[in-house]
């Protein structure tokens, strides 16, 4: 790959050092600054635009210290603290761009909105669990992906943390540590510095401003170009590349299936391709140990799930993949984009056919490749009744093809102009990250808009009905129903979100384990609604005798003459929205002998005596 100004390339050891020691100074600078932050009384972000100015400023002042720090590079003047402080610059971009703006609320990006909710319900499942464990049902392993919420729950109990609130931080401090290791790996796969802190800063931005909600995600998405370059390298017969590119799959997988996929299929197609024009077996060779090395990484966090699948007794049923918004019907083309990254990806498109023949380059083209073939069958396996969650890969389309129009503008603009199209390039930057908040305006603002687990709402209005949560989990446990042990049934997902008991049901099949027999739990809840009016005298036999663990308190809404009110969810896919909710009511009269009910708010909570 192009190499521009003086060969700065290090080797195998120094790239490994560097890269877990800029991910480490990253992570533990990007906390420092949150506590800094959190310890400082800034003004809501959804009523002053004080905290959207000091983001500003404090972007800018980062992109000023790397263009200043580069250029001086170029010119031959290379302290080692320079190479260090570029590294981090990426870091400090997540901490302008996304720690300011949330600087005065507990929430992270979204609040605890929806999806958010059962991220948040899974990291405080983490933090009472040193191993595997279902966010929602008890005595499973977990389904989702566990890495990046086992290690924010590790977090939490160093930090004297609960869940919810160490989410902020650590989602922070991990996509500073990921932003920081870039640059050390891209200064080893292109040979300059500067080049490499180019495209860990614009890839920085492109995953900031396409998935920051989903922080686990999101520092998979950032290495999935890197990796395409290691996929080429690696069938091509370098056992240092095997080696990284089956740790990061490994690590990867236990993060985020669907980008671990991409990066997968990736390499998958190289050593094909190169297994027929070399006429060797080599590439096959290196396929095969990365696939065995990355899934024994990956088995620390799937195994135990694999085995329940195997060996355990439930049927199993998924609707995970039931989702098809409007994005997944059409191709992104960022190219096309009257924007920034608009004009960058299309600059990475020509560059592409234009140095198509150049294998580093083309292995990035294999990557793009992958996603719009995965794109492309998303959108016909919807005529089999699900899809494959194309429209998620957006985040890397843009990346791979920004990272492309990086590396044209190294290779042709800066071996001659140094000085000013580094200056360009600083202007775009600038550019680029100081949008990041106005793209995230509604995530920032339903931060602060939410009510969290203390309940209180950061920018000072009144808060919701989740204030009432903590009397409602004290209650509970004044019955003797711990968290973290006892099966309560609600649809409040806020609730155990902050409370980490376990549920009888989720509350939707789209996010319930495929183990956990959703539908047949909603057919009991059913049940027992209609028992409980029909003979209210047998209601509390009837839960005691589930197939399942019982539910020890329900957390209703009071609704009145029409008694206790909860809903269950329905997928119904194809349809969009996918999920019907179905009101349930049960009646008072079947509480009063065996269950202590009492009012908080606007709920009414029943809890075994």
Not at 146 to 175: C, D, H, K, S
């Amino acid at each position: 790959m192009t190499t521009a100004y003086h060969p700065d390339e290090l080797s195998v050891g120094q790239t490994a050092a560097r890269t877990v020691a800029a991910g480490l100074a990253g992570g533990v600078i990007a906390l420092a600054a949150w506590f800094v932050l959190h310890k400082i009384s800034l003004p809501a972000f959804n009523t002053s635009m004080v905290t959207r100015s000091l983001a500003t400023a404090a972007s800018f002042v980062c992109i000023g210290v790397g263009v200043v720090l580069a250029v001086l590079w170029t010119k031959g003047k290379k302290p080692w603290i320079s190479s260090a402080m570029m590294s981090l610059v990426p870091a400090g971009l997540v901490v302008s761009s996304i720690g300011i703006p949330l600087g005065a609320t507990r929430l992270y990006l979204d609040g605890i909105q929806v999806d958010q909710g059962f991220r948040t319900q899974f990291l405080s499942r983490m933090t009472e669990n040193l191993g595997h464990a279902d966010m929602a049902y008890k005595d499973l392993p977990t389904f989702y992906p566990m890495g990046w919420f086992w290690l924010g729950g590790r977090t939490a109990n160093v930090l004297g943390m609960e869940g919810w609130e160490v989410y902020q931080p650590f989602a922070i401090a991990t996509l500073a540590a990921a932003a920081a290791m870039l640059t050390p790996v891209w200064r080893r796969l292109t040979g300059s510095l500067p080049t490499a802190l180019a495209i860990a800063t614009v890839t920085t931005a492109v995953v900031l401003t396409e998935v920051p909600e989903e922080p686990y995600a999101a520092v998979v998405a950032m290495f999935v170009p890197a990796a395409a370059v290691l996929s080429y390298r690696a069938v091509n017969g370098s056992w240092a590349s095997t080696i990284a590119l089956a740790i990061y799959l490994g690590i990867s997988a236990s993060f985020y299936t669907l980008f671990t996929a991409i990066a997968a299929l990736t390499i998958v197609v190289l050593a094909v391709v190169y297994t027929f024009t070399k006429r060797s077996v080599q590439p096959l060779v290196h396929l095969l140990v990365t696939g065995l090395g990355s899934m024994a990484i990956a088995a620390v966090s799937w195994g135990p799930y694999v085995w329940r699948v195997i060996t355990g007794d439930e049927p199993l049923e998924s609707t995970a993949n039931h989702f098809l918004p409007i994005e997944g019907t059409y191709f992104p083309l960022p190219f096309l984009s009257f924007s920034l990254i608009g004009l960058l990806s299309m600059i990475g498109l020509i560059y592409l056919i234009y140095r198509i023949k150049e294998p580093e380059l083309a292995a990035l083209g294999a990557s793009i490749g992958v996603c719009y073939l995965w794109a492309l069958a998303s959108m016909a396996v919807t005529l089999l009744g699900t899809s494959l969650l194309g429209f998620r890969l957006e985040v890397l389309i843009v990346a791979l093809f920004a990272t492309l129009g990086v590396i044209a503008i190294s290779e042709f603009g800066l071996n001659k102009y140094t000085t000013a199209v580094a200056a360009v390039l600083a202007v775009g930057a600038l550019q680029m990250v100081q949008n990041i908040p106005v793209e995230n305006e509604d995530y920032i603002d339903q931060a602060y808009a939410d009510t969290d687990g203390n309940g209180e709402r950061a920018d000072r209005f009144p808060p919701d009905a989740g204030r009432y949560y903590q009397e409602m989990a004290d209650f509970i446990e004044e019955h003797g129903h711990m968290k973290n042990d006892a099966v309560i049934y609600t649809d409040e997902i806020n609730f155990m979100a902050f409370q980490p008991f376990y549920a009888f049901n989720a509350y939707t099949s789209h996010y319930a384990n495929p183990l956990g027999e959703f539908e047949h739990r909603n057919d009991e809840l059913k049940q027992w609604a209609e028992l409980s009016y029909e003979d209210p005298e047998k209601f509390t036999e009837a839960v005691d005798n589930s197939q399942w663990e019982p539910p020890v308190a329900f957390v209703f809404r009071d609704n009145g003459k029409d008694g206790l009110k909860t809903h269950i969810a329905h997928d119904i896919y194809p349809s969009q929205p996918n999920v019907r909710y179905e009101g349930l009511f049960f009646n008072p009269e079947a509480f009063e002998q065996d269950w202590d009910l009492e009012q908080f708010g606007p709920f009414a909570v029943a809890v075994r005596k």
